[in-house]
């Protein structure tokens, strides 16, 4: 049986193990290592909700706290859990300026690992849902670990992408290219069980999420288009409800479930917004794509975007598919 003709179907509540398995089982090529890679974002995504559990604690158990500790330990978890993993030849974190350096005589696989380790960190403190935006690429180079410049790479160059989603449940959503599957942490079994099998966007939806105290530095086409969602009119279903959380995983979760639509423009002070390319908006719009949505800097596709630097920032419009494409009109002009 060709890897294109094996689809699991109907296998919900099996966990994230035996469905990395029997995906593996349809790829007769494939060595485990990728596998592996996801089962051990699993296992990071476990340790660091077990952490975040205690969060609130902290402050009254007398741990010292400073600025976005979560942040560092999440990140922390993250190289831990990476760094002798032998599964990855690259590790960059939206955190640290530069890649971590992974260990030179030590074995490394073929992946190329970039990640958010806490997405949404300032939510922490007022117990409010975070996440963790990961993007995987594969290193073509000849032996060796791959330079800086080589882990900037266009979005659509990505083998897998995906998201943690510390809300009130932990999640573990993610595609590798032919569908996006979501799985649930059962806490008291500690496995990840398929929950969101082959998830499907609706192509509109009725909901909006951004960040409206910043309207008045964002470009006109994109005050026009908040203003029309916010119109009554039926055969529309406007107005949309707004819905905000701070957390762009959580946000877009929403959406990949719901529709809607996910913005972070430009604004004055900051034309290319506040979100990374490599680190939030490549890998949140592959898994949009893969579940029939649309991702757009408002005027190209994300995936498309030529990077120049690790931590370049991109305006981000992502959701479903009709709800962007509108969003798109606005903002070029033609409404
Ligand atoms: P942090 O991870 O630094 O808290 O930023 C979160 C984030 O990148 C994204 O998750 C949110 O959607 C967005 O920033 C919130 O930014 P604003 O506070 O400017 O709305």
Redesign the pocket.
């Given at each position: 049986m060709g890897a294109r003709e094996y689809t699991i179907m109907g296998r919900t509540g099996i966990t994230l193990t035996r469905f990395i398995i029997e995906t593996q089982a349809g790829h007769p090529a494939a060595t485990g290592e990728f596998s592996a890679l996801l089962a051990q974002i699993g296992l990071a995504g476990k340790l660091i909700a077990h952490d975040l559990r205690r969060a609130g604690l902290i402050q009254i158990l007398g741990t010292t706290g400073g600025v976005n500790v979560q942040g560092e330990a999440a990140n922390e978890t993250f190289i831990k859990v990476f760094q002798y993993s032998g599964l990855v030849c690259a590790l960059a974190s939206e955190e640290m300026e530069k890649p971590v350096q992974l260990p030179e005589n030590w074995p490394h696989g073929k992946y190329m690992l970039l990640f958010d380790p806490?997405?949404?960190?300032?939510n922490t403190d007022v117990n409010m849902p975070l996440g963790a935006i990961f993007s995987i690429l594969r290193y073509e180079g000849k032996g060796g670990l791959p330079s800086a410049p080589e882990l900037v790479r266009k979005g659509t160059e990505q083998v897998a992408a995906g998201y943690l989603m510390y809300g009130s449940s932990t999640m573990l959503v993610f595609t590798s290219g032919q569908s996006v599957n979501g799985f649930t942490l059962d806490p008291g079994i500690g496995e990840y069980l398929l929950s969101h099998e082959n998830i499907r966007m609706p192509a509109r939806g009725k909901v909006y999420a951004v960040?409206e105290g910043n309207y008045h530095k964002w470009p006109a086409g994109t005050r026009r288009y908040i203003d029309h969602l916010k119109e009554s009119d039926k055969a529309t279903g406007r107005p949309y409800s707004s819905r905000y959380s701070?957390?762009?995983a959580a946000?877009v979760h929403r959406m990949l479930l719901g529709g809607g639509i996910y913005l972070?423009p430009g604004e004055t002070d900051k034309p290319e917004g506040?979100?990374r390319l490599l680190y939030?908006a490549n890998p949140l719009a592959m898994v949009v794509e893969q579940a029939g949505g649309r991702a757009s800097t408002g005027t190209m596709r994300i995936l498309e975007v030529e990077p120049k630097a690790l931590h370049q920032r991109v305006p981000l419009l992502i959701g479903s598919a009709e709800d962007v494409s509108l969003a798109e009109e606005f903002i070029k002009g033609k409404r």
């Amino acid at each position: 049986m060709g890897a294109r003709e094996y689809t699991i179907m109907g296998r919900t509540g099996i966990t994230l193990t035996r469905f990395i398995i029997e995906t593996q089982a349809g790829h007769p090529a494939a060595t485990g290592e990728f596998s592996a890679l996801l089962a051990q974002i699993g296992l990071a995504g476990k340790l660091i909700a077990h952490d975040l559990r205690r969060a609130g604690l902290i402050q009254i158990l007398g741990t010292t706290g400073g600025v976005n500790v979560q942040g560092e330990a999440a990140n922390e978890t993250f190289i831990k859990v990476f760094q002798y993993s032998g599964l990855v030849c690259a590790l960059a974190s939206e955190e640290m300026e530069k890649p971590v350096q992974l260990p030179e005589n030590w074995p490394h696989g073929k992946y190329m690992l970039l990640f958010d380790p806490l997405d949404g960190s300032s939510n922490t403190d007022v117990n409010m849902p975070l996440g963790a935006i990961f993007s995987i690429l594969r290193y073509e180079g000849k032996g060796g670990l791959p330079s800086a410049p080589e882990l900037v790479r266009k979005g659509t160059e990505q083998v897998a992408a995906g998201y943690l989603m510390y809300g009130s449940s932990t999640m573990l959503v993610f595609t590798s290219g032919q569908s996006v599957n979501g799985f649930t942490l059962d806490p008291g079994i500690g496995e990840y069980l398929l929950s969101h099998e082959n998830i499907r966007m609706p192509a509109r939806g009725k909901v909006y999420a951004v960040n409206e105290g910043n309207y008045h530095k964002w470009p006109a086409g994109t005050r026009r288009y908040i203003d029309h969602l916010k119109e009554s009119d039926k055969a529309t279903g406007r107005p949309y409800s707004s819905r905000y959380s701070g957390c762009l995983a959580a946000d877009v979760h929403r959406m990949l479930l719901g529709g809607g639509i996910y913005l972070y423009p430009g604004e004055t002070d900051k034309p290319e917004g506040k979100l990374r390319l490599l680190y939030e908006a490549n890998p949140l719009a592959m898994v949009v794509e893969q579940a029939g949505g649309r991702a757009s800097t408002g005027t190209m596709r994300i995936l498309e975007v030529e990077p120049k630097a690790l931590h370049q920032r991109v305006p981000l419009l992502i959701g479903s598919a009709e709800d962007v494409s509108l969003a798109e009109e606005f903002i070029k002009g033609k409404r």
